[in-house]
């Protein structure tokens, strides 16, 4: 780093800087897959009133001229040319995922990102539960991942499934790249809350004053398998539970203050109103608040308010490639480290212990056990008080190395992180940083600030540099002073964070009153996480209103 550095200039150099950056990107770095074969598909009928006016359970008609972009079941994008993300099947299995796992992933001492709080690790699951999914993964042909000398994994083998095969391409395209569909809708539009299909929405809905459904004891309806029913309830844990509990909560309040202006207005109404409204607070925080937590330097800030303010005032734009999530943007928002294995729940009231369980047992059905032993109050102050883990390596949660399906260890996900970029042709370390603008490494000992990591990062990848995953050297690199994640990661960010809203015509040209109304546009901008909390957990006021951000760690009461 150096002193002309962006992060070391004077905030509006810096912001200038930034903004070339991302400039530069917008034309370099876009590029639309489904100019790839296809398999023909019937155009969509012209939009009816209805999707011009609010936001489809499939996310058509988002760009009028084009309906079907970003919709769920089109395809995940590229932020690099299309002949430099073709999976190398060769060198897929080197060096072993699994080898990379347990020698530069495995969590030997929990380290704290003492910056942040846990809601900050719950709530970026949340938003990627809205922005993408691979669906179900393959189960015939699976990938037979090497065993390392001495390895303690519990079977002979390890097998992990394939990505799903992108069912949009003829049977018998053999062209490269492979291409991946989104199963979820790619926009910003609370789809962890309200689906990606009409058949998931009308399972959480109630019919009656556009609310979505809640329990008499005011947790969310429960599946059969005793999960959370509501739109995305995949890789569930109380985390999860908690924001999506909180957030129905909220939409069912902008129902109630909509209903104050417009009592004529049916179910339908309300509902597709106060979605927009509340998918728009799901945007707003992750701008102003979680990414201000996370990248806590003066230049963030001021980007990232002037981002919501100033792109909600222009008009739809996709610039160099139709809106898409892009599998680069998937890379880098690989974040497990942040998720620590053990959990303390306290009270609210006194700070004593209530409950302490592992991961483990706060995940899938468990997460309803805690739910109901541990008040929502309890559980967001605790979570409040908490630190998550850092982003870095040897910190990946241990439960997650020996994964539990069905009561027996089954998959190792850091290996499968590591796999996955492999097989989607994410390009590894230094090529991912040519490809954005960035020098790459020369020496193992620039990977880190760490000289002993350095070591054994030149160990498990043999002493070949240009073979380091593009995940290994995210979380390897010196940080920028107050950033949680690594630069690499940040460009990707820098590049889509603006894209996610001025892609979308609710944040553009239709973000006002005729499409919102005057209260719910009000609503919007009163709203923070920090409002949300204190509306629907009023206990939290006298410890939130010592905080200015909602993510960063609370007081104790």
């Known amino acids: 780093m150096g002193i002309f550095d962006w992060h070391r200039l004077p905030r509006a150099l810096g912001l200038l800087r930034l903004n070339s950056f991302r400039d530069r990107m917008r034309e370099k770095n876009l590029y639309d897959t489904e100019t790839l074969p296809s398999i023909p598909r019937e155009p969509l009928p012209a939009p009816t009133p209805d999707q011009i006016s609010a936001r489809t359970a499939d996310g058509t008609c988002n760009d009028l001229n084009s309906p079907r972009m970003g919709s769920a079941g089109t395809r995940l994008g590229r932020n690099f040319p299309l002949d ?31 910056s942040l709080n846990l809601l900050a690790a719950s709530w970026i699951q949340f938003q990627v539960h809205d922005w993408f999914s691979h669906g179900e993964n393959e189960d015939t042909n699976p990938h037979v991942v090497p065993l390392p000398a001495n390895d303690d994994w519990p079977h002979p083998q390890m097998l992990i499934n394939r990505t799903r095969r992108d069912p949009t391409r003829p049977a018998n395209d053999t062209s490269k790249p492979n291409s991946y569909v989104n199963t979820e809708t790619h926009w910003w539009d609370g789809s962890q809350l309200y689906g990606s299909n009409l058949a998931t929405q009308h399972k959480i809905r109630s019919f009656e004053g556009g609310k979505l459904k809640l329990a008499d004891d005011g947790l969310l309806p ?6 959370d029913i509501t739109g995305v309830n995949s890789n569930w844990w109380v985390g999860l539970s908690m924001l999506h509990t909180l957030f129905t909560m909220e939409h069912n309040a902008i129902c109630d203050r909509l209903r104050q202006d417009f009592p004529a207005w ?24 979680w990414t201000v937590g996370i990248l806590a330097t003066p230049i963030l800030e ?8 100033s792109i909600r005032r222009s008009k739809q734009a996709h610039h160099a490639a139709p809106f898409s999530m892009t599998e680069e943007f998937v890379s880098v928002y690989r974040m497990h480290p942040l998720i620590p294995d053990d959990f303390v729940f306290r009270s609210f009231d006194s700070g004593n212990v209530i409950l302490e369980r592992t991961m483990e047992t706060v995940a899938n059905r468990h997460a309803r056990e805690v739910m109901n032993q541990v008040s929502l109050t309890d559980l967001f102050y605790s979570f409040g008080v908490t630190h998550p883990g850092a982003i870095t390596l040897h910190n990946y949660p241990k439960h997650l190395q020996n994964l539990k399906l069905n009561g027996e260890v089954k998959m190792d996900l850091a290996a499968v992180d590591i796999l996955r970029d492999r097989e989607r042709g994410v390009p590894r370390f230094n090529e991912f940083r040519r490809l954005l603008g960035l020098d790459p490494v020369k020496r193992f000992e620039d990977l880190s600030d760490n000289k002993d990591w350095c070591e054994e990062i030149r160990q498990v990848y043999g002493g070949q540099l240009e073979d380091v995953d593009a995940m290994v050297g995210m979380f390897a690199e010196p940080l920028i002073k107050g950033f949680g ?11 889509m964070a603006s894209r996610r809203l001025q892609s979308d015509r609710f944040f553009t040209t239709d973000y006002n009153e005729r499409t919102y109304t005057r209260a719910g546009l009000e609503w919007i901008e009163q709203t923070t996480m920090t409002t949300v909390l204190m509306r629907h957990l009023p206990q939290l006021r006298p410890v939130l209103g010592k905080v200015k951000n909602a993510f960063v760690p609370w007081p104790s009461a």
């Open 84 to 114: 430099k993300v073709v999976a190398d099947d060769e060198s897929l299995m080197f060096p072993s995922p699994r080898l990379v796992s347990a020698k530069l992933m495995t969590r030997d001492k929990f380290i704290p990102a003492t």
């Open 302 to 309: 001021t980007g990232m308010n002037y981002n919501w303010s």
């Open 485 to 495: 994640f690594s630069e690499t990661a940040f460009r990707i960010f820098l590049l």
């Open 222 to 227: 429960l599946d059969s398998n005793g999960i």
């Open 266 to 289: 049916t179910d339908e109404e309300l509902f597709q109103h106060a979605r927009l409204v509340n998918a728009a607070i799901l945007a707003k925080i992750h701008t102003v608040e």
